[in-house]
């Protein structure tokens, strides 16, 4: 049973960076779905992701029809406010590989490809009196943190021993 994250046209590379260091610290392969708003030897990109990167499981896909003509049978979350089902209230500890989509920050998820796959749609609440949107790398976070802790956070233990090593 494994977590997938997929940014669907992710725009600003620091919220890429981030989303691949928590990629690299819960052992989640990151699929990124083209055009990018950025090239991927950029310096905030690298900055954001550490020295991660090689410990991510990275794919590239040319556009979204190229992502679901590869990945045919998964189940697949659409992550987006305007979801009915609330994330934590889905089942991922059902022993499938769960592949979580989000948005790229301007514009969100194609709105037909929401609206036609509305049962997939799961959302984080928010009060959206003050801001329109959570920040894309928190709501990857939160997500598959939850799908996690479902799950029991399988082989996420600390093998370091920390004394000498500098805080980051
Ligand atoms: C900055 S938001 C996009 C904003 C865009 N204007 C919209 O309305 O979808 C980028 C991505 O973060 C995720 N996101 C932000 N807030 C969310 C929420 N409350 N629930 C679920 N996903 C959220 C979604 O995947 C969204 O596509």
Same mark, same amino acid.
């Given at each position: 049973?494994?977590?997938?994250? =997929? ?19 819960? #052992?989640? @392969?990151?699929?990124?779905?083209? @055009?990018?708003?950025?090239?991927? +030897? +950029? ?13 991510? $499981? ?16 998964? &189940?697949?979350?659409? =992550?987006?406010?305007?979801?009915? +089902? ?10 499938? +590989? ?11 998820? @194609? ?21 329109? &949107?959570?920040?894309?790398? #928190? ?14 956070? @399988? ?9 000498? $090593?500098?805080?980051?």
């Amino acid at each position: 049973m494994t977590n997938h994250i =997929v940014l669907f046209e992710p725009q600003i590379p620091a919220n890429t960076g981030n989303i691949a260091r928590t990629c690299a610290a819960t #052992n989640t @392969p990151l699929h990124l779905i083209e @055009p990018l708003g950025f090239s991927t +030897d +950029d310096k905030q990109l690298k900055r954001a992701g550490l020295d991660y990167w090689n410990d991510v $499981d990275l794919t590239y896909y040319k556009n979204l029809a190229d992502f679901l003509e590869k990945n045919p049978t998964i &189940s697949l979350h659409l =992550v987006t406010k305007f979801g009915h +089902d609330v994330y934590s209230d889905v089942d991922y500890n059902d022993g499938k +590989d769960h592949y979580f989509m989000f948005g790229k920050e301007t514009t969100g998820l @194609p709105e037909e490809f929401m609206r036609d796959n509305e049962e997939l749609c799961v959302r984080i609440p928010m009060n959206d009196e003050h801001v329109r &949107s959570l920040n894309l790398s #928190n709501t990857a976070a939160l997500v598959i943190y939850e799908a996690l802790r479902q799950q029991s956070f @399988p082989n996420l233990e600390l093998t370091h021993h920390y004394e000498n $090593d500098k805080l980051d």
